[in-house]
């Protein structure tokens, strides 16, 4: 169905190509699962399937991408919109309508489809992606998760042989992500629909994967069974990581395959002691470090229209520790988080480190509170990297090259002579994180931060967010990426239709649900153990 023969794409302003020599075939009715990391080329790939590049967004390619039959070269992606479906990272880039029901119809309006015929897939696929409430609603004012759902419903509708997707799952709450995947693979599977599909939280998708693609970053792709390739790939999704920590030679692609493994080989883990949990993320072993309540709430409320997006909240965040915000989407998470930074209207008290940062100047309100957005690149608007690392250190009032290295810390792989815009979604992520963190503020928001970042990135993050714990920071990250909430907070709270559901330490809230529960809970359960240093830590 999908074949690539030779193919190498360079930028103008890269010094080595992106995709160098690539010759691979992806079989009609498979679900090809494209792994690499931040900046290795998987979107100028995905890109390249429906000739967005080099048609689109410009660059050098030379070989030939064949798809059923039809060549990227020969047409562009207007002609090859009837076989190729794409969905981007960002949704809000794709959107052109104004309204939920709109856009799911724009496609086919496009394709010339008869209105008896597309209003029936109208519905059809506003029921498959379970968005039918949302039919009428402003995209504006959906969350970034129900944006997600709505660009892939709109792509779905059409009917494509071939549907490409970059990131899918990134913005989606577990129990969401589960619902698209699920109606993805039915497609592959009953439809006979060819699925490529790129994500870095590799633990949501690689079980529905027939093969994986790995691009290492040196230009070179490799494409074979799942299992195989995820064995020596460079990305590691948590089984592969307890795959390895156990001296197992072949990764189990689901929590199944491991949990009979597990008991096949009698692993059992010592239970943990009693008393304080010695297995948690420090939030500071510094005994001259006093936790210290740093974010006061009481009855705050966030309204949008009619719609109560934060009701009557009253919570306390304690100095020196990282706090997991989870959810599902549109429970009204950002909501809080842009009302804590003052830059949502809202009633109620409000007090951070003993201020309002609603009666501050935005230049104030940022040396307090560091806020990091879903849409991280609305907030760079220079012309380079270098740019806007120099603004940020000139703003946060520290010494030149602060935010650069930050910046590296964060294992960002790019020249500071780079656009902003034409880096990767988790590049700009990584470079927005930088300049908030710069500010050093007592208190850190970050809205989805591990969109768009590989697992290496993450731990970096990781690295950082624990440092700042160290130094008395309260830090809040608002997540879908259970994994990554289970490997850096103290706390977990849970919240649905902007209440809290669930408030409590992050061993008791993320195992206790299924839908909270990262996969090394799910292989040892009814064992609370959260990831695989504990595993290795508690093996018997």
């Not at 207007?78 to 856009?103: H, K, M, S, W």
Request: charged share 20%.
């Amino acid at each position: 169905m999908i074949s690539f023969d030779e193919v190498s794409i360079r930028y103008t302003e890269s010094a080595s190509p992106v995709i160098a020599d690539a010759s691979f075939t992806i079989p009609d009715g498979d679900l090809c699962l494209v792994v690499g990391g931040t900046g290795s080329g998987k979107t100028t790939l995905l890109r390249a399937i429906n000739g967005l590049v080099p048609h689109f967004v410009g660059g050098i390619m030379t070989g030939r991408v064949i798809v059923n039959g039809r060549s990227t070269r020969a047409e562009r992606p207007r002609e090859l919109a009837d076989l190729i479906g794409f969905v981007g990272q960002n949704p809000l880039a794709g959107f052109v309508t104004d309204t939920v029901e709109d856009e799911v119809a724009y496609g086919m309006e496009q394709l010339g489809i008869a209105a008896t015929a597309m209003r029936k897939r109208v519905e059809e696929t506003l029921d498959l992606m379970n968005i039918a409430e949302l039919r009428r609603r402003p995209l504006m004012q959906l969350s970034g998760g129900q944006q997600q759902r709505v660009a892939i419903a709109s792509v779905l509708a059409a009917q494509p042989r071939v549907i490409v997707l970059d990131e899918p799952t990134s913005a989606l709450d577990p129990t969401a992500a589960q619902d698209v995947l699920s109606a993805l693979t039915t497609l592959v599977h009953d439809v006979g629909m060819t699925a490529v599909v790129a994500e870095h939280r590799l633990e949501r998708v690689m079980q529905a994967a027939d093969q994986v693609l790995w691009l290492p970053g040196d230009g070179s792709a490799t494409l074979g069974p799942a299992a195989q390739v995820l064995g020596r790939a460079s990305v590691v999704p948590p089984l592969a990581e307890l795959a390895h920590a156990l001296g197992w030679s072949e990764v189990p692609l689901s929590v199944r395959d491991a949990r009979r493994r597990v008991a096949r080989e009698r692993i059992t883990l010592r239970p943990l002691a009693a008393g304080p949990d010695p297995l948690r993320p420090s939030s500071g072993e510094r005994s001259d470090r006093v936790e210290r309540p740093a974010v006061c709430l009481r009855s705050l409320t966030v309204k949008h229209g009619q719609l109560r997006a934060v009701d009557e909240l009253s919570l306390t965040l304690e100095g020196g520790s990282i706090t997991a915000l989870m959810g599902r989407n549109g429970a009204g998470k950002s909501s809080l988080m842009w009302a804590i930074q003052g830059a949502l209207p809202s009633t109620g008290t409000l007090s951070v480190a003993g201020r309002d940062p609603r009666t501050l100047s935005a230049e104030a309100a940022r040396s307090l509170v560091g806020l990091v957005p879903q849409e991280a690149a609305d907030l760079l608007h220079l012309h380079t990297v270098g740019l806007e690392c120099a603004q940020s250190d000139r703003e946060s009032g520290v010494n030149a090259g602060t935010t650069w290295a930050l910046l590296q810390r964060l294992g960002a792989d790019f020249d500071a002579d780079h656009h902003p815009r034409d880096l990767s979604e988790g590049q700009r992520l990584a470079l927005v994180l930088a300049i908030q963190l710069s500010a050093g503020p007592s208190v850190m928001l970050l809205d989805e931060p591990t969109r768009g970042l590989d697992y290496t990135m993450k731990h970096n993050l990781a690295l950082i967010l624990r440092d700042l714990v160290d130094r008395g920071t309260c830090v809040v990250v608002s997540t879908h990426d259970v994994e990554f909430a289970a490997r850096i907070s103290q706390r977990t709270i849970v919240m649905a239709e902007g209440e809290v559901v669930a408030d409590g330490p992050t061993r008791e809230v993320c195992t206790s649900s299924p839908a909270f529960a990262p996969q090394v809970t799910k292989v040892f359960l009814p064992d609370p153990v959260l990831t695989t240093d504990e595993v290795v830590a508690r093996r018997v």
